[in-house]
Protein backbone atom coordinates (compact mmCIF):
# COMPACT_ATOMS: atom_id res chain seq x y z
CA UNK A 1 0.00 0.00 0.00
CA UNK A 2 1.01 3.40 -0.83
CA UNK A 3 0.82 6.37 1.00
CA UNK A 4 0.47 9.81 -0.48
CA UNK A 5 1.66 13.24 1.23
CA UNK A 6 -1.69 15.16 -0.46
CA UNK A 7 -3.20 16.55 2.19
CA UNK A 8 -7.36 14.92 2.78
CA UNK A 9 -10.06 16.95 2.00
CA UNK A 10 -11.33 16.53 5.27
CA UNK A 11 -8.47 18.15 6.79
CA UNK A 12 -4.96 17.47 7.90
CA UNK A 13 -3.17 14.27 7.51
CA UNK A 14 -2.14 11.92 4.89
CA UNK A 15 -4.46 10.75 1.86
CA UNK A 16 -4.29 6.76 1.48
CA UNK A 17 -4.03 5.72 -1.96
CA UNK A 18 -4.12 2.30 -2.28
CA UNK A 19 -2.08 0.33 -5.28
CA UNK A 20 -2.38 -3.29 -4.23
CA UNK A 21 -3.05 -5.59 -6.31
CA UNK A 22 -6.40 -6.91 -4.73
CA UNK A 23 -7.62 -3.41 -4.54
CA UNK A 24 -7.49 -2.78 -8.36
CA UNK A 25 -9.27 -6.26 -8.83
CA UNK A 26 -11.80 -5.00 -6.45
CA UNK A 27 -12.10 -1.50 -8.50
CA UNK A 28 -12.44 -3.90 -11.79
CA UNK A 29 -15.14 -5.50 -10.23
CA UNK A 30 -17.18 -2.30 -9.22
CA UNK A 31 -16.10 -0.78 -12.80
CA UNK A 32 -17.76 -3.90 -14.53
CA UNK A 33 -20.78 -3.86 -12.43
CA UNK A 34 -21.58 -0.19 -13.35
CA UNK A 35 -21.01 -0.72 -17.00
CA UNK A 36 -23.32 -3.63 -16.90
CA UNK A 37 -26.19 -0.75 -14.93
CA UNK A 38 -25.47 1.54 -18.16
CA UNK A 39 -25.77 -1.31 -20.62
CA UNK A 40 -29.50 -2.18 -18.98
CA UNK A 41 -30.15 1.53 -19.10
CA UNK A 42 -29.26 1.78 -22.77
CA UNK A 43 -31.09 -1.18 -23.63
CA UNK A 44 -34.10 -0.32 -22.08
CA UNK A 45 -33.64 3.37 -23.41
CA UNK A 46 -33.54 2.42 -27.18
CA UNK A 47 -36.21 0.35 -27.26
CA UNK A 48 -38.35 3.13 -25.89
CA UNK A 49 -37.20 5.58 -28.40
CA UNK A 50 -37.18 3.14 -31.11
CA UNK A 51 -40.70 1.67 -30.69
CA UNK A 52 -42.63 5.41 -29.25
CA UNK A 53 -40.68 7.36 -32.23
CA UNK A 54 -40.32 5.31 -35.08
CA UNK A 55 -42.48 2.16 -34.31
CA UNK A 56 -39.81 -0.09 -34.84
CA UNK A 57 -39.46 -3.07 -31.90
CA UNK A 58 -35.88 -4.15 -31.81
CA UNK A 59 -35.72 -8.19 -31.99
CA UNK A 60 -35.32 -9.55 -28.81
CA UNK A 61 -35.11 -6.36 -26.58
CA UNK A 62 -36.92 -7.70 -23.83
CA UNK A 63 -35.04 -11.13 -24.06
CA UNK A 64 -31.62 -9.27 -23.63
CA UNK A 65 -33.23 -6.67 -21.26
CA UNK A 66 -34.37 -10.00 -19.04
CA UNK A 67 -30.87 -11.53 -19.48
CA UNK A 68 -28.94 -8.20 -18.60
CA UNK A 69 -30.57 -7.26 -15.64
CA UNK A 70 -29.62 -10.96 -14.43
CA UNK A 71 -26.34 -9.85 -15.33
CA UNK A 72 -26.45 -6.81 -13.40
CA UNK A 73 -27.93 -8.74 -10.18
CA UNK A 74 -25.32 -10.85 -10.05
CA UNK A 75 -22.25 -8.24 -10.85
CA UNK A 76 -23.90 -6.38 -8.31
CA UNK A 77 -23.76 -8.84 -5.67
CA UNK A 78 -20.04 -8.38 -6.11
CA UNK A 79 -19.69 -5.20 -6.51
CA UNK A 80 -21.77 -4.67 -3.26
CA UNK A 81 -20.70 -7.96 -0.98
CA UNK A 82 -17.20 -6.60 -0.44
CA UNK A 83 -17.36 -2.92 -0.02
CA UNK A 84 -20.06 -3.75 2.71
CA UNK A 85 -23.21 -1.31 1.10
CA UNK A 86 -25.63 -3.83 1.23
CA UNK A 87 -28.38 -3.35 3.29
CA UNK A 88 -27.79 -4.58 6.42
CA UNK A 89 -29.17 -4.40 10.20
CA UNK A 90 -26.64 -2.09 12.28
CA UNK A 91 -28.55 -2.88 15.90
CA UNK A 92 -26.80 -4.83 17.59
CA UNK A 93 -23.42 -3.86 15.94
CA UNK A 94 -23.75 -0.34 16.80
CA UNK A 95 -23.93 -0.87 20.48
CA UNK A 96 -21.08 -3.13 21.30
CA UNK A 97 -17.36 -2.39 21.42
CA UNK A 98 -15.04 -2.22 18.42
CA UNK A 99 -13.72 -5.66 18.81
CA UNK A 100 -17.12 -7.36 19.21
CA UNK A 101 -18.20 -5.03 16.00
CA UNK A 102 -14.73 -7.22 13.73
CA UNK A 103 -16.24 -10.40 15.30
CA UNK A 104 -19.81 -9.49 13.99
CA UNK A 105 -18.09 -8.58 10.80
CA UNK A 106 -16.20 -11.42 10.62
CA UNK A 107 -19.19 -13.91 11.27
CA UNK A 108 -21.74 -11.93 8.92
CA UNK A 109 -18.83 -12.42 6.15
CA UNK A 110 -18.08 -15.64 6.39
CA UNK A 111 -22.10 -16.55 6.25
CA UNK A 112 -22.36 -14.56 3.48
CA UNK A 113 -19.09 -16.36 1.77
CA UNK A 114 -21.13 -19.43 2.49
CA UNK A 115 -24.46 -18.45 1.10
CA UNK A 116 -22.63 -16.77 -2.12
CA UNK A 117 -20.48 -19.75 -2.76
CA UNK A 118 -23.53 -22.48 -2.42
CA UNK A 119 -25.46 -19.84 -4.98
CA UNK A 120 -22.68 -19.86 -7.30
CA UNK A 121 -22.32 -23.93 -7.34
CA UNK A 122 -26.21 -23.79 -8.30
CA UNK A 123 -25.59 -21.02 -10.90
CA UNK A 124 -22.89 -22.66 -12.78
CA UNK A 125 -25.34 -25.94 -12.64
CA UNK A 126 -28.16 -23.25 -14.85
CA UNK A 127 -25.15 -22.62 -17.28
CA UNK A 128 -24.77 -26.12 -17.81
CA UNK A 129 -28.58 -27.18 -18.12
CA UNK A 130 -28.92 -24.02 -20.17
CA UNK A 131 -26.65 -25.25 -22.32
CA UNK A 132 -27.41 -28.80 -22.22
CA UNK A 133 -30.82 -27.55 -23.21
CA UNK A 134 -30.10 -24.72 -26.19
CA UNK A 135 -32.36 -22.29 -24.53
CA UNK A 136 -32.71 -19.83 -27.10
CA UNK A 137 -34.30 -16.19 -27.25
CA UNK A 138 -37.70 -15.84 -28.98
CA UNK A 139 -36.92 -13.27 -32.17
CA UNK A 140 -32.86 -13.93 -32.71
CA UNK A 141 -32.89 -17.49 -31.35
CA UNK A 142 -29.50 -16.89 -30.11
CA UNK A 143 -28.62 -18.96 -26.80
CA UNK A 144 -29.02 -18.17 -23.11
CA UNK A 145 -26.17 -19.85 -22.11
CA UNK A 146 -23.38 -16.95 -22.73
CA UNK A 147 -25.85 -14.53 -20.72
CA UNK A 148 -25.95 -17.04 -17.67
CA UNK A 149 -22.19 -17.77 -17.89
CA UNK A 150 -21.46 -13.58 -17.95
CA UNK A 151 -23.99 -13.77 -14.94
CA UNK A 152 -22.05 -16.98 -12.99
CA UNK A 153 -18.12 -14.99 -13.71
CA UNK A 154 -20.00 -12.30 -11.77
CA UNK A 155 -21.43 -14.61 -8.96
CA UNK A 156 -17.56 -15.97 -9.01
CA UNK A 157 -16.20 -12.58 -8.49
CA UNK A 158 -18.54 -12.12 -5.92
CA UNK A 159 -17.28 -14.99 -3.52
CA UNK A 160 -13.57 -13.43 -4.26
CA UNK A 161 -14.15 -10.20 -3.09
CA UNK A 162 -16.20 -11.81 -0.10
CA UNK A 163 -13.14 -14.30 0.40
CA UNK A 164 -11.02 -11.42 0.17
CA UNK A 165 -13.11 -9.13 2.58
CA UNK A 166 -12.81 -12.05 5.05
CA UNK A 167 -9.52 -12.58 4.75
CA UNK A 168 -8.86 -8.51 5.77
CA UNK A 169 -11.38 -8.79 8.31
CA UNK A 170 -9.44 -11.28 10.31
CA UNK A 171 -5.54 -10.58 9.86
CA UNK A 172 -5.80 -6.60 7.92
CA UNK A 173 -8.73 -4.70 8.90
CA UNK A 174 -6.59 -1.56 8.53
CA UNK A 175 -7.15 -2.36 4.87
CA UNK A 176 -11.12 -2.30 4.91
CA UNK A 177 -13.06 -0.06 3.04
CA UNK A 178 -16.11 -0.10 5.52
CA UNK A 179 -19.03 2.70 4.71
CA UNK A 180 -19.69 2.36 8.48
CA UNK A 181 -16.84 3.60 9.76
CA UNK A 182 -16.31 7.37 9.78
CA UNK A 183 -13.34 9.29 9.99
CA UNK A 184 -12.64 11.89 12.67
CA UNK A 185 -13.30 15.38 11.56
Known sequence: ????SDASPNGPGPVR?????MDRFIDTIELIAAAFVGIV???TFVAIVMRKFFAVTIP??????RLLLGILIFWGIAATSYRGSHITVDLVWANVTPRHQRWIDIFATLVLLFV????????FDKVRTTYQ?????????LPNWP?????????VSAVLLIAI???????HPEEIHDPKTKTAE
Open 1 to 4: MTVS
Open 17 to 21: RSTSL
Open 41 to 43: ALN
Open 60 to 65: DYYDFG
Open 116 to 123: VTVQTITL
Open 133 to 141: DNVLTYDLR
Open 147 to 155: FFAVAWIGD
Open 165 to 171: RTWRLIF
